[in-house]
């Protein structure tokens, strides 16, 4: 298995950037094999799955709502996933978390996640 630890998360003005950094420490299994992943949950609404890599790196997935301004990339050699957030919205506001597991109908289907990191954007 592999258990994300998630940094990077901050309180940040709309039109903003900002990076979160995930460490995955793994057991088991080598964790440039999974699919890594960002999801998110707002106040009051459903976790979401923001972003996904595919254990290659060439492959990726975003949602609608942040494609064009969010970029996933992973560092296999260093264990760490990246989200870099640029033009952020309010409603981007949520706790980010980084999810493990495997690449499915185009996306991640995630099977770990870790305790998250907020991410608050203001107008």
């Known amino acids: 298995q592999v258990q994300p630890v998630e940094s990077g998360g901050g309180l940040v003005q709309a039109g903003g950037s900002l990076r979160l950094s995930c460490a995955a420490s793994?057991?088991?299994?080598?964790?440039?094999?999974?699919?890594m992943g960002w999801l998110r949950q707002a106040p009051g609404k459903e976790r979401e799955i923001v972003a996904a890599i595919y254990y290659s790196g060439g492959t990726t997935y975003y949602a609608d709502s942040v494609k064009g301004r969010f970029t996933i990339s992973r560092d296999n050699a260093k264990n760490m996933v990246y989200l870099e957030m640029n033009s952020l919205k309010p409603e981007d506001t949520a706790v980010y978390y980084c999810?493990?597991?495997?690449?499915?109908?185009?996306?991640?289907?995630?099977?770990?996640w870790g305790q998250g990191t907020q991410v608050t954007v203001s107008s």
């Open positions: 793994e057991s088991g299994r080598t964790f440039s094999r999974y699919t």
């Open positions: 999810a493990a597991g495997e690449w499915e109908y185009g996306s991640i289907h995630p099977r770990w």
